[in-house]
């Protein structure tokens, strides 16, 4: 299994960025999906989570309403669209993968190396 994350940057409060997370080694269209975030000096924080099939998807309070993930099985890629960006923001995101099929109460056994999204 392979996660690799893409799309970080250094950006100003209210602009955006949108995060990719390239999957392989397993069956990508058959696992829950989700992104996470670690601030410097903090802990990780849960982000979001998607279905298999794109159906439903949940958030954080800290993030609803200004990030949308979303993924195309066709391509193996999971995304995080971060849009009105804050400088509490600013973190290491992650994707990982769930084997067990819930948004409530997911299992993540693998994890990406991050990609660093800094707003100042």
């Known amino acids: 299994v392979q996660l690799v994350e893409s799309g970080g940057g250094l950006v100003q409060p209210g602009e955006s960025l949108r995060l990719s997370c390239q999957a392989s080694?397993?069956?990508?269209?058959?696992?829950?999906m989700g992104w996470f975030r670690q601030a410097p000096g903090k802990g990780v924080e849960w982000v979001s989570a998607?279905?298999?099939?794109?159906?439903?998807?949940l958030y954080a309070d800290s993030v609803k309403g200004r990030f949308t993930i979303s993924r195309d099985n066709a391509k193996n890629t999971l995304y995080l669209q971060l849009n009105s960006l804050k400088t509490e923001d600013t973190a290491m995101y992650y994707c990982?993968?769930?084997?067990?099929?819930?948004?409530?109460?997911?299992?993540?056994?693998?994890w990406g190396q991050g990609t660093q999204v800094t707003v100042s």
């Open positions: 990982a993968k769930s084997f067990f099929p819930s948004l409530v109460n997911p299992e993540y056994d693998y």
């Open positions: 080694g397993f069956t990508f269209s058959s696992n829950y």
């Open positions: 998607i279905n298999s099939i794109s159906s439903m998807t």
